[in-house]
């Protein structure tokens, strides 16, 4: 019994230390989120994501899901002539990554977790558009697909306007607080 509650104690420690060092990167990194850009920084730590991407010359980025996820929709992008490389960090996360049928995914995502194409598997020339995939996944990972439940995007759509209307009511919370505070100083 005391093997179990040591296990348990440490997975609770290791959670606590993992939601301490997504705070700590979500304030580190700074989205890129434009449909339009050719490299991205997506970010859904303790929040959702929905990106829709229409490059021109998709050439990857990053995409860090800590205690969040979502959907990252490539079908209207075009990649750039070399390919594109996405660095995937998920930890106790994960997301849906959209890809037209006809390019080419290699992934070299490890970890307590995957990075997995759901897709039928069928021969796409060595012509085909690559995407590669890389980093690490932890308690969490990345199914690729090239169609999603109509129902499931709109769920996630919900949850960012939802998460970006928290966000409005904290910031303005907090702006009340310090103009209150100046005020009576």
Same mark, same amino acid.
């Given at each position: 019994?005391?093997?179990?509650?040591?296990?348990?104690?440490?997975? @609770?420690?290791?959670? @606590? =230390?993992?939601?301490?060092?997504?705070?700590?990167?979500?304030?580190?990194?700074?989205?890129?989120?434009?449909? #339009?850009?050719?490299?991205?920084?997506?970010?859904?730590?303790?929040?959702? &994501?929905?990106?829709?991407?229409?490059?021109?010359?998709? %050439? $990857?980025? *990053?995409?860090?899901?800590?205690? =969040? $996820?979502?959907?990252?929709?490539?079908?209207?992008?075009?990649?750039?002539?070399?390919?594109?490389?996405? /660095?995937?960090?998920?930890?106790?996360?994960?997301?849906?990554?959209?890809?037209? !049928?006809?390019?080419?995914? /290699? +992934? !070299?995502? +490890?970890?307590?977790?995957?990075?997995?194409?759901?897709? *039928?598997?069928?021969? %796409?020339?060595?012509?085909?558009?690559?995407?590669?995939? +890389? =980093?690490? @996944?932890?308690? $969490?990972?990345? =199914?690729? !697909?090239? #169609?999603?439940? #109509?129902?499931?995007?709109? /769920? &996630?759509?919900?949850?960012?306007?939802? +998460?970006?209307?928290?966000?409005? #009511?904290?910031?303005?919370?907090?702006? $009340?607080? &310090?103009?209150?505070?100046?005020?009576?100083?």
């Amino acid at each position: 019994m005391k093997v179990i509650g040591t296990i348990v104690g440490l997975f @609770a420690l290791g959670m @606590a =230390g993992a939601a301490a060092a997504a705070l700590a990167a979500k304030q580190r990194i700074v989205p890129i989120d434009d449909p #339009e850009a050719d490299e991205v920084a997506l970010v859904a730590i303790f929040a959702p &994501v929905m990106f829709h991407s229409t490059a021109t010359a998709f %050439r $990857g980025g *990053t995409l860090d899901c800590w205690y =969040g $996820g979502g959907i990252v929709d490539l079908r209207d992008a075009t990649l750039d002539p070399a390919g594109a490389h996405l /660095e995937v960090k998920t930890v106790f996360g994960g997301a849906q990554i959209l890809v037209p !049928s006809s390019w080419r995914v /290699e +992934s !070299s995502v +490890s970890g307590v977790g995957a990075a997995q194409d759901l897709r *039928t598997k069928i021969d %796409r020339p060595v012509t085909a558009p690559l995407l590669t995939l +890389s =980093g690490f @996944a932890a308690f $969490g990972g990345v =199914g690729v !697909s090239s #169609e999603v439940e #109509e129902d499931v995007v709109q /769920e &996630v759509t919900e949850a960012v306007a939802a +998460s970006k209307q928290a966000q409005t #009511e904290a910031r303005a919370a907090v702006d $009340g607080l &310090v103009a209150e505070a100046s005020a009576s100083a």
